[in-house]
């Protein structure tokens, strides 16, 4: 599930990370710099693959909500963690620009925030966008989500993205 978030091109040689019980394990070192795994959040699965950059930043960060999930941590208390763990240096936003492929068609986001409203997510890329907020780049609430518009995801945070939407173009192997 995890490569599935890559292109063909980058799959075979992109490092791999499970989920085990303990915390994600590595199971296929990365010969070209990409990472892919599958992120868990609070009721949501995330097929990603990050390249160099973010394997050495925000992939960190998945790696320590993994980690937390398998020892039963409240989701609410495993994001306080990862905040402080970014601001106390223990994790680091991305320091260049780079990209996080999510090519994946099996994608859903459970929005909590939005009453339990369950979003499909279309393929995307992720360009890192540290501190950025959509209101920097004139987007509204409305225009969140939307497959014709460019939006940041985690505004305001370092582990924040630009996300471009590739909808039906991608088609899944």
Same mark, same amino acid.
Request: glycine content about 8%.
């Given at each position: +599930?995890?490569?599935?978030? =890559? ?11 499970? &989920? ?7 199971? #296929?070192?990365? @010969?070209?710099?990409?990472?892919? /795994?599958?992120? @868990? @959040?609070? #009721?949501? &699965? ?16 998945? &790696? +320590? ?12 208390? /495993?994001?306080? #963690? /990862?905040?402080?763990?970014? #601001?106390?240096?223990?994790?680091? =936003? ?34 890192? $966008? ?7 780049? =004139? ?17 305001? @945070?370092?582990? $924040? ?13």
């Amino acid at each position: +599930m995890a490569v599935i978030s =890559a292109p063909p091109e980058i799959r075979d040689s992109s490092g791999v990370y499970v &989920l085990g019980e303990h915390g994600f394990i590595k199971v #296929r070192d990365s @010969r070209n710099g990409f990472n892919c /795994i599958v992120e @868990r @959040r609070a #009721r949501h &699965l995330s097929p990603m693959c990050y390249d160099a950059e973010g394997s050495t930043s925000t992939l960190q960060a998945t &790696l +320590m909500r993994g980690d937390l999930l398998m020892k039963g941590t409240d989701p609410v208390e /495993i994001e306080k #963690r /990862i905040d402080e763990a970014y #601001r106390d240096g223990h994790l680091h =936003a991305p320091l260049k620009t780079g990209i996080v492929y999510m090519l994946s068609t099996e994608e859903d986001w459970h929005d909590q925030s939005s009453g339990g409203v369950t979003v499909h997510i279309v393929p995307h890329i992720m360009v890192y $966008a540290p501190y950025l907020k959509n209101s920097d780049i =004139a987007v509204g609430k409305e225009q969140v989500w939307k497959t014709n518009r460019v939006w940041i995801q985690y505004e305001g @945070r370092p582990d $924040a993205y630009l996300i471009f939407s590739v909808g039906g173009t991608w088609a899944q192997p």
